[in-house]
């Protein structure tokens, strides 16, 4: 007998239009569409052509017009603080407005482009919404990211204004945000007109006269505005994220099909219903944060979370037992990272039997290849059913679930289970070729891309066309590698290029070499990615100093740590550079990456034919054993 998934998927590939138009009447629409569909400007899809609607408005007034307005939308819990706030729809709604209406006083209006930089906090959900709210289109900018990373964003995305705040907090440090914006904006050739900073009572920030703007003075009698119609096809946002260079993709992200999209991924992949609780336990600087934090979530009429603090330090391994009994939470969703983090502090589960856990039904996992380890010791300890599911910022929402609204599927560890209504995914040959069940090749998304996935890439048309659409023709390239089984339950096992898993954060070696490879000693690097027991993957980098250099190691180590500190930031936890005499290569001069890796992670290894001195990669053993990778047995 056909599943209910089997039957929802075979109609959205058979009649796309049919399907989406059907989830789209879930849509508080202005204007209907006249085209679900647009080809009209092949390869640049468009869902939903001449449909007017208002984002924010779908996300909140809707839901307070239709008596959901004393319900809890929004709950910021913040241990590094000690505070929990929840706002109900009306009070978010109302929030919102004013901030809509401060940002209009400033000059913003449809189309203008806000950077936000900020932590977890209200306001920085309130600025997305308010941004929606008037057709501004916000670029939020991930805390972890250093100055010249957000330079890099103000400089493509130019925008007007920047909502920021004084600092962050960091388990119990304080990071000053207010310096990191300030080098930004000195770096960069765009200079935002002006600059709101919300001032945090952990650390009060100078401000810059006639450039800076104290948050609450930009507040101070703003009237509420109202919702502004835009077309389905506007930007909503623009969100960057790592390419295989050091220049960030701006990820567009339209209005229409983005709605449509995730709100019927609330019921057809979470299983989850208007006025249940939902968490998604990552950041709104990340596309997760975006989707399942902000928007999704208040498009169902859900109770979201927002939580400042990690799974574990804030304070014990037991923070995310305490939130789901406290705020009801039915379904969480996070990387396996944080189960990890969790699994090693408490691994007899001994924290969460403190809680009462009636409520939570499923755990949802994403951002990184889920490892069995964690997600056997997550079903086993919790109870609950534990679903791994793949996706990407370019997306915006799943690729690949166990569509729990459709009827969960057997889970197969280490699979994110099946490709989700919409997407006809294939796994291809170099020749473009789909390969058979059980063989590796590039993941690819036959195209169009169904509603909610990158229109573009901004203000780059052709970036968009050569990184996603080239290599495969009438296929979006996911970058990913992997394999489906004989009951099309894919395996997602690598990326095909530079980019690594770092704590469910997507990072670029490429990007991180370029870092290396400008310190004045350096004469050539590596950057791998190596297996790590939390995080899954930690970047290394191996460097060749140049003719001459006759310093310490170690120091130059030390300043290569500090360089990609400053220049990607933190969140690249970039912790070990290794000076070595010559970096292994084809006889081409092809840096052996994937041996490196293979070597450090302790996996057998066959020396490459093309290889042009076998006796490097001992050289390499020994310097990657030095440091604790490389182990054997
Ligand atoms: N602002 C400033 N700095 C930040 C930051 C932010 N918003 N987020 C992280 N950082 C810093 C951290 O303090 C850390 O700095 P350090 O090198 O001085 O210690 C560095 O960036 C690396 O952060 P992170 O990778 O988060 O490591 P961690 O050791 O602090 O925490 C986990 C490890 C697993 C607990 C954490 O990564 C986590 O909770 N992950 C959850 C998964 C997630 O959010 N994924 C996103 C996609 S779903
Ligand atoms: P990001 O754009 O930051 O969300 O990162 C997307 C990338 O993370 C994907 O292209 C995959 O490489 C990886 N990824 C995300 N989810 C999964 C998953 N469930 N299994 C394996 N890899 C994943």
New binding site residues.
Partial sequence: MKSVYDEVYARSMQDPQGFWAAAAEDIYWEKRWDRVFDDSRKPFYRWFTGGVLNTCYNALDLHVDRGRGKQRALVYDSPVTDTVKAFTYSELRDAVARVAGALRRQGIGRGDRVIIYM?MVPEAVMAMLACARIGAIHSVV???FASNELAKRIDDAKPKLVLSASC?I?VN?V?PYKPLLDGAIELSAHKPERCVILQRPQETAPLATGRDLDWNDFMAGAPPAECVPVAATDPLYILYTSGTTGVPKGVVRDNGGHAVALKWSMGGIYGVGAGETYWA???I??V?GHSYIVYAPLLKGCTSILYEG???GTPDPGAFWRLISQHGVNVLF??P??F??IKKEDPQGTYMKKYDLACFRTLFL??ERCDPDTLHWAEEKIGVPVIDHWWQTETGWPIGANCVGLGTLPVKAGSPTKAVPGYDVRVLSEENKDLPAGQIGSIAIKLPLPPGCLPTLWNNDAGYETSYLTKHPGHYLTGDAGYKDEQSYLYIMSRVDDIIN????RLSTGAMEEVLASHPDVAECAVIGVADE??GEVPVGFVVTKAGVARSEAAIAKELVEKVREQI???A?FKTAIVVKRLPKTRSGKILRGTMKRIADGQEYTIPATIDDPAILGEITEALQGKGYAKTG
Avoid: L, Q
Wanted: proline share 9%.
């Fill in positions: 932590p991930f805390g972890g962050g960091e440090r990071i336990a990552s950041d600087g990340w997760v990690k799974p574990v996070t990387a990272t944080a990890r983090a994403a951002g770092v704590a469910g954060h939390i995080k930031g933190p969140v936890a």
